[in-house]
């Protein structure tokens, strides 16, 4: 089974551009998680989508927006960069197990803002 | 309330030696726990997870160590080796979905 699959995997802007980062689950995952790694804050959590719906939230602005298709796929959107977005953005798809979803997580979108 | 705190931010072992990497929680709907493993470039990869209901939980030469009442959870690498060498995260999740990771742990294991 192929692994989570994020594009691009770099990417550098500017100050005040958007930017739009794509996240491919693995077959058959239907949650989609994104979340921001920064070296002073960890991992801290964007919003997750199941079935093109959000179910939560994390605590960042509304410049921070995201959206899932139909077949899973799934993009978040960052509008009018600041520098201190300048992070690894990772995606995570989840399954069922146990109960529990179990999180998988692809290689991230290294974005730098200048 | 909803924070992971993990200590240490970085550890130096021997090779063949334990690596202990502790975190705390404070939200008792906490009801998952996993542990990551990130490597440079990489992004995290589930290494073992616990659910409060068992004090202990081993894979290999990783075990999980639970303590409910004092809400704190510890990771150990047993003989501890070079390929070991990496950032670990602990993570709590209420319900099914909503993760919050501590701030890692750099890990160097000396050959």
């Known amino acids: 089974k192929a692994g989570v699959t994020q594009t691009p995997r770099y990417l550098i802007k500017t100050r005040g551009q958007q930017v739009t980062l794509s996240c491919s689950p693995i077959?058959?995952?239907?949650?989609v998680s994104w979340y921001q790694q920064t070296p002073g804050q960890g991992l801290q959590f964007l919003f997750e989508y199941f079935s093109e719906t959000q179910r939560n939230k994390g605590n960042f602005p509304g410049r921070f927006s995201g959206r899932q298709f139909s077949n899973s796929r799934s993009e978040m959107n960052v509008s009018t960069l600041e520098l201190g977005d300048s992070a690894l953005y990772l995606c995570?798809?989840?399954?069922?197990?146990?109960?529990?979803?179990?999180?998988?997580f692809g290689p991230g979108t290294r974005l730098t803002v200048l | 309330q909803q924070q992971v705190k993990q200590s240490p931010q970085s550890l130096i072992v021997q090779k063949g030696g334990i690596s202990i990497i502790n975190c705390a929680y404070e939200n008792t709907a906490f009801d998952y726990f996993p542990w990551y493993q990130q490597f440079p470039g990489k992004g995290p990869a589930l290494l073992i997870a616990?659910?409060?209901?068992?004090s202990e939980k081993k894979e290999g030469r990783f075990t999980i160590s639970f303590n409910k009442s004092a809400k704190q959870f510890s990771l150990h690498i047993m003989d501890s080796q070079p390929g070991d060498s990496a950032t670990y995260f602990c993570?709590?999740?209420?319900?099914?979905?909503?993760?919050?990771f501590g701030t890692g742990t750099r890990l160097k294991v000396l050959a």
């Open positions: 077959s058959g995952h239907r949650s």
């Open positions: 995570a798809s989840s399954s069922l197990r146990d109960g529990r979803n179990e999180q998988f």
């Open positions: 993570a709590a999740a209420e319900g099914t979905y909503k993760y919050i």
């Open positions: 616990i659910r409060p209901d068992v």
